[in-house]
Protein backbone atom coordinates (compact mmCIF):
# COMPACT_ATOMS: atom_id res chain seq x y z
CA UNK A 1 0.00 0.00 0.00
CA UNK A 2 2.73 2.46 0.90
CA UNK A 3 4.57 2.07 -1.77
CA UNK A 4 1.68 2.35 -4.10
CA UNK A 5 1.26 5.55 -2.52
CA UNK A 6 4.90 6.73 -3.73
CA UNK A 7 4.05 5.88 -6.85
CA UNK A 8 1.25 7.37 -7.44
CA UNK A 9 0.89 10.07 -9.70
CA UNK A 10 -1.40 12.97 -10.13
CA UNK A 11 -2.30 11.29 -14.16
CA UNK A 12 -3.15 8.00 -12.48
CA UNK A 13 -5.57 8.64 -9.69
CA UNK A 14 -7.60 10.38 -12.00
CA UNK A 15 -7.95 7.64 -13.95
CA UNK A 16 -8.49 5.22 -10.86
CA UNK A 17 -11.42 7.99 -10.11
CA UNK A 18 -9.38 9.90 -7.04
CA UNK A 19 -9.52 13.23 -6.35
CA UNK A 20 -7.10 14.75 -4.15
CA UNK A 21 -9.19 16.85 -1.20
CA UNK A 22 -7.02 20.37 -1.42
CA UNK A 23 -6.16 21.27 -5.19
CA UNK A 24 -2.58 22.47 -5.19
CA UNK A 25 -2.24 26.33 -6.10
CA UNK A 26 0.60 28.41 -7.64
CA UNK A 27 1.29 31.62 -5.71
CA UNK A 28 1.83 34.88 -8.14
CA UNK A 29 4.94 37.05 -7.89
CA UNK A 30 2.92 39.46 -5.85
CA UNK A 31 2.45 36.20 -3.63
CA UNK A 32 5.56 35.52 -3.08
CA UNK A 33 6.49 39.04 -2.28
CA UNK A 34 3.59 39.35 0.23
CA UNK A 35 4.48 36.12 2.10
CA UNK A 36 8.36 37.01 2.08
CA UNK A 37 7.42 40.13 3.54
CA UNK A 38 5.21 38.73 6.37
CA UNK A 39 7.45 36.19 7.00
CA UNK A 40 10.65 38.71 7.35
CA UNK A 41 12.46 38.64 10.78
CA UNK A 42 14.61 41.77 10.15
CA UNK A 43 13.70 45.13 10.41
CA UNK A 44 14.64 47.06 6.52
CA UNK A 45 15.34 50.61 8.61
CA UNK A 46 18.08 49.93 10.81
CA UNK A 47 20.81 47.85 10.30
CA UNK A 48 23.20 45.92 13.10
CA UNK A 49 26.06 47.63 14.93
CA UNK A 50 29.56 47.12 13.63
CA UNK A 51 32.69 47.77 16.18
CA UNK A 52 35.27 49.03 14.02
CA UNK A 53 38.20 50.36 17.10
CA UNK A 54 37.85 50.58 21.10
CA UNK A 55 40.42 52.67 22.51
CA UNK A 56 40.96 50.82 25.19
CA UNK A 57 40.74 46.74 25.59
CA UNK A 58 40.41 46.70 29.33
CA UNK A 59 37.43 47.71 32.17
CA UNK A 60 38.71 48.60 35.55
CA UNK A 61 37.11 46.63 38.55
CA UNK A 62 35.58 48.53 41.07
CA UNK A 63 36.57 51.86 38.80
CA UNK A 64 35.29 53.75 35.61
CA UNK A 65 36.60 53.76 32.43
CA UNK A 66 35.65 55.75 29.54
CA UNK A 67 35.42 53.77 26.64
CA UNK A 68 35.56 55.50 22.77
CA UNK A 69 33.85 52.81 20.49
CA UNK A 70 34.36 53.54 16.85
CA UNK A 71 32.02 51.90 13.77
CA UNK A 72 28.86 52.15 12.02
CA UNK A 73 25.51 52.53 12.41
CA UNK A 74 25.00 52.91 16.52
CA UNK A 75 22.22 55.42 15.96
CA UNK A 76 20.97 57.42 19.05
CA UNK A 77 21.20 54.88 22.06
CA UNK A 78 23.99 52.26 22.08
CA UNK A 79 24.29 50.00 24.83
CA UNK A 80 27.33 47.47 26.12
CA UNK A 81 26.18 44.05 25.87
CA UNK A 82 28.58 42.43 28.79
CA UNK A 83 28.25 38.81 30.61
CA UNK A 84 28.40 40.85 33.86
CA UNK A 85 26.57 43.77 35.15
CA UNK A 86 28.37 47.37 34.40
CA UNK A 87 26.57 50.71 35.38
CA UNK A 88 26.76 52.57 31.38
CA UNK A 89 26.10 56.09 30.93
CA UNK A 90 26.53 57.32 27.74
CA UNK A 91 28.09 60.82 26.91
CA UNK A 92 25.98 63.67 25.15
CA UNK A 93 28.81 64.08 22.30
CA UNK A 94 28.20 60.62 20.91
CA UNK A 95 27.34 60.06 17.60
CA UNK A 96 26.32 57.26 14.85
CA UNK A 97 29.79 56.38 14.13
CA UNK A 98 31.08 56.88 17.95
CA UNK A 99 30.08 56.08 20.78
CA UNK A 100 31.21 57.57 24.17
CA UNK A 101 30.44 55.58 27.28
CA UNK A 102 31.48 55.78 31.01
CA UNK A 103 31.73 52.38 32.37
CA UNK A 104 31.25 51.73 36.17
CA UNK A 105 32.50 47.74 37.14
CA UNK A 106 32.03 47.16 40.84
CA UNK A 107 34.47 45.35 43.32
CA UNK A 108 32.71 41.84 42.84
CA UNK A 109 33.61 41.30 39.09
CA UNK A 110 35.81 38.81 38.14
CA UNK A 111 39.21 39.11 36.17
CA UNK A 112 39.46 37.66 32.85
CA UNK A 113 38.59 38.04 29.46
CA UNK A 114 35.41 38.97 28.52
CA UNK A 115 33.64 39.74 25.28
CA UNK A 116 31.97 43.27 24.82
CA UNK A 117 29.13 43.41 22.38
CA UNK A 118 27.23 46.64 21.26
CA UNK A 119 23.30 46.41 21.14
CA UNK A 120 21.16 49.00 19.07
CA UNK A 121 17.76 49.02 17.31
CA UNK A 122 19.16 47.58 14.60
CA UNK A 123 20.44 44.04 16.40
CA UNK A 124 23.86 43.25 18.21
CA UNK A 125 27.24 43.80 17.35
CA UNK A 126 29.60 41.14 16.82
CA UNK A 127 31.76 40.43 19.85
CA UNK A 128 35.52 42.09 20.68
CA UNK A 129 37.66 41.01 22.83
CA UNK A 130 38.38 43.01 26.18
CA UNK A 131 40.30 42.55 29.89
CA UNK A 132 38.81 42.73 33.23
CA UNK A 133 41.32 43.74 35.79
CA UNK A 134 41.85 45.81 39.45
CA UNK A 135 44.34 47.95 36.91
CA UNK A 136 43.53 51.53 35.60
CA UNK A 137 42.92 52.16 32.25
CA UNK A 138 44.07 54.71 30.53
CA UNK A 139 44.27 55.74 26.73
CA UNK A 140 47.93 55.30 25.49
CA UNK A 141 49.50 58.88 23.83
CA UNK A 142 51.20 58.92 20.29
CA UNK A 143 55.28 58.03 21.15
CA UNK A 144 56.88 61.18 19.23
CA UNK A 145 59.92 59.78 17.68
CA UNK A 146 62.60 61.89 15.39
CA UNK A 147 62.45 62.08 11.75
CA UNK A 148 63.71 59.24 10.04
CA UNK A 149 65.38 60.99 7.36
CA UNK A 150 67.78 63.05 10.29
CA UNK A 151 70.88 61.00 11.82
CA UNK A 152 72.93 62.47 14.46
CA UNK A 153 73.38 62.81 17.95
CA UNK A 154 70.89 62.82 20.62
CA UNK A 155 71.41 64.79 23.82
CA UNK A 156 70.79 63.29 27.30
CA UNK A 157 67.59 64.85 27.61
CA UNK A 158 66.18 63.14 24.10
CA UNK A 159 64.79 66.82 23.05
CA UNK A 160 67.34 68.03 20.79
CA UNK A 161 69.21 66.12 17.54
CA UNK A 162 71.96 67.91 16.06
CA UNK A 163 72.50 66.52 12.67
CA UNK A 164 75.66 65.55 10.24
CA UNK A 165 74.63 66.08 6.62
CA UNK A 166 77.37 63.92 4.57
CA UNK A 167 80.23 64.45 7.48
CA UNK A 168 81.21 61.28 8.77
Known sequence: ???RLLLSTPAADRR???VPAVQPRRLSGAGVVAMLLLLAPTRF???EPVIRNINLRG???GGTTSLVIDGDNFGKSPRLLLSFPVQQQLNKDSADKQAKLDVALGTDAVP???HL???TDGGVSAPVAIAVDRLPQRAMEPARLPKSAESGDIDRNGSEVRTHRGVR
Open 1 to 3: MVL
Open 16 to 18: RGC
Open 45 to 47: DAA
Open 59 to 61: LQI
Open 112 to 114: GYY
Open 117 to 119: RVV
